[in-house]
């Protein structure tokens, strides 16, 4: 329904839905892609790429329908990628969703080998906390053992271990284009990076996918690598097909001090990304607080909104990072911006759970402003039931007893929601307990439409009128009874009656807090 425009004023995006969907153990839908916007259809060579840049959004989506063993040409699979490329996160969640630690690439490096001999203890922890096989040898005969012994006996040395800068897995259109002053950046390799530029190499060519050496040595955080390019003059804020520029590659990265060089060097701090984001949102999502206070003293706007309208501190609240928020504050960002639909910075935190955040956010906002549908922070906060953030939300002044454009107020939302807990600290906070929404439903109701016994049992307790009647000359016990009678009828009308939004217009089902329907009038009234 999101995605054919049905729901467009929804709360929830669509790859939302799919989460709850999967939450709930049924099966993904399939994801619907819009030519028009240039998608292309998903493959494992996508996948791979994606792995390899660190695109961990992307990852996720392209693994709804690609295999997640997919291997390159020399035999690599997304994890190995991950591992090489040095994107933990991007690792984490492959090996969270079962990719296979004991595959070999055709050198027969399995995922812990690469870990061993990329001396990365947070690699190492996480392909052993899975029971990687530790004893696989690869073809030369060597384990991660002797790679990590090798590794540790090199540092006690002194002395450096390098990799060679021949790597075989430079092959194939997943790497197309792709240079030796390139896979010289990437590794890091400056003494062969110089000896590139010194034979005329073009500084500032690009691979199929667009990006040029000094993207490749900032986004693995080579520093000395991103120095000598930069001391070569290769322009700096170069796009790749993407709309990514080395900056941004960086901060996605969490390669801070690549990034502080290129920003020392010119990179502009204003640039946008892929998708209209601003870099400082990109350095808020993956990166820390000193990489955004660097950003905002070389000029970046803290208000600069992404093609959804949504603000780097919206961002952030919606992450919970509150030493960002208190960054942006500081810097100027506005607590009062709002995006397409609406909504502020402390709505994003509430509808996210985010207590560090509501706590930073909520002493200098308008704690009861609320979206085109009438949600305010509060509102949102009981829909989706996030218990820690609803009592701080009350103490810092949320209203409970405003209401949704639908009539619907926090009671009647937490009665549809069955949040049960939450109905005497809303009672306390003065909520309407027999207020009524646009059908004239009142929480009891709810209560009894969404089968929420609790809910009920602390409503009555506070006095709810079990008397009221709502547009269909229905009370609460009427409503109560009619689905006691007909909870044995076939198989559709049953789901229908269990369903919290109750039997009525699909239109409201997309709606934050949902207008609770007409149940049918009974023959019998």
């Avoid at 667009?210 to 040595?217: I, P, V």
């Avoid at 097909?241 to 990179?267: E, I, K």
Wanted: hydrophobic share 45%; with cysteine; charged share 20%.
């Amino acid at each position: 329904m999101l995605e054919s425009g049905e729901c467009t004023k929804s709360s929830r995006n669509a790859d939302e839905w799919r989460a709850a969907a999967r939450a709930a153990g049924f099966a993904p839908p399939a994801v619907l892609t819009d030519q028009s916007d240039g998608a292309a259809a998903a493959t494992a060579e996508n996948l791979l790429r994606a792995t390899r840049a660190g695109d961990l959004a992307l990852v996720r989506r392209l693994l709804e329908s690609q295999p997640i063993d997919a291997a390159d040409e020399y035999g690599r699979t997304p994890v190995m990628l991950a591992i090489e490329a040095g994107h933990l996160d991007v690792a984490r969640e492959l090996v969270g969703r079962g990719a296979s630690l004991a595959k070999a690439d055709r050198s027969g490096d399995t995922p812990l080998l690469l870990a061993a001999r990329s001396g990365k203890k947070e690699f190492l922890s996480l392909l052993l906390d899975r029971e990687a096989p530790v004893n696989a040898a690869n073809g030369s005969g060597t384990t991660p053992l002797m790679l990590a012994a090798r590794a540790d006996l090199a540092r006690r040395l002194g002395v450096e271990v390098r990799r060679s800068t021949a790597d075989p897995s430079r092959t194939g259109t997943l790497h197309a284009g792709q240079t030796k002053l390139m896979i010289a950046a990437e590794n890091g390799d400056v003494a062969a990076l110089r000896q590139r530029l010194a034979a005329g190499d073009n500084r500032n060519a690009t691979d199929a996918q667009g990006m040029t050496a000094l993207a490749f040595a900032a986004r693995a955080g080579k520093v000395p690598a991103v120095e000598a390019l930069l001391a070569a003059g290769v322009t700096v804020d170069v796009r790749d097909s993407a709309g990514w520029t080395a900056l941004g590659l960086a901060l996605r990265s969490g390669q801070v001090d690549a990034a502080r060089r290129l920003v020392r060097n010119g990179a502009d701090a204003h640039t946008r990304q892929a998708d209209g984001k601003p870099v400082l949102m990109v350095a808020i999502e993956s990166a820390s607080a000193d990489a955004i206070g660097m950003l905002v003293d070389a000029g970046a706007d803290p208000d600069m909104k992404d093609n959804s309208g949504v603000t780097p501190l919206m961002t952030a609240a919606a992450a919970n990072k509150a030493d960002a928020i208190k960054v942006l504050l500081a810097a100027g960002a506005r607590p009062d911006g709002t995006d397409k639909h609406g909504r502020t910075p402390l709505w994003h935190a509430a509808s996210q759970g985010a207590s560090l955040a509501v706590a930073a956010l909520a002493p200098g906002s308008a704690v009861n402003a609320a979206d085109e549908e009438g949600n305010t922070p509060l509102i949102v906060a009981v829909t989706r039931g996030h218990r820690t953030v609803v009592e701080p939300l009350l103490k810092a002044g949320a209203d409970a007893r405003v209401k949704t454009r639908n009539g619907n107020s926090v009671l009647h939302v937490a009665a549809a929601s069955r949040e049960a807990a939450l109905i005497p600290l809303l009672i306390a906070a003065r909520a309407p307990i027999d207020g009524v929404n646009t059908h004239g439903d009142t929480a009891l109701m709810l209560s009894v439409k969404s089968r929420c016994l609790p809910c009920a049992k602390n409503l009555l307790s506070a006095h709810a009128s079990a008397r009221v009647r709502n547009a269909d000359g229905l009370t609460a016990l009427d409503i109560a009874r009619y689905r006691a009678t007909h909870q044995g009828r076939g198989a559709d009308q049953s789901a229908r009656l269990r369903s919290p939004a109750g039997v009525g217009g699909a239109a409201h089902h997309c709606r934050l807090s949902p207008v609770i329907n007409r149940a049918p009038r009974s023959k019998t009234r």
